[in-house]
């Protein structure tokens, strides 16, 4: 048995996954095999970018 090697996303990729999600056009399943991401994954991503977008305008 190998090992999986963990992958590394860019912000930019993840910035992109995360607007998606804000969009709601697709749902997170759609998203994620879309991306070949994890559902889980997308809802981080997303918190993380509504939870900082308040910073944007500080």
């Given amino acids: 048995m190998t090992k999986k090697s963990r992958r590394t996303h860019s912000p930019a990729f993840k910035a992109k996954v995360a607007l998606a999600a804000v969009k709601g056009d697709k749902t997170l399943a759609e998203l994620a095999q879309l991306f070949d991401v994890h559902p889980n994954q997308i809802t981080l991503w997303k918190n993380q970018l509504l939870e ?4 944007v305008f500080g």
């Avoid at 900082?52 to 910073?55: F, P, R, S, T, V």
């Fill in 52 to 55: 900082g977008a308040a910073g």
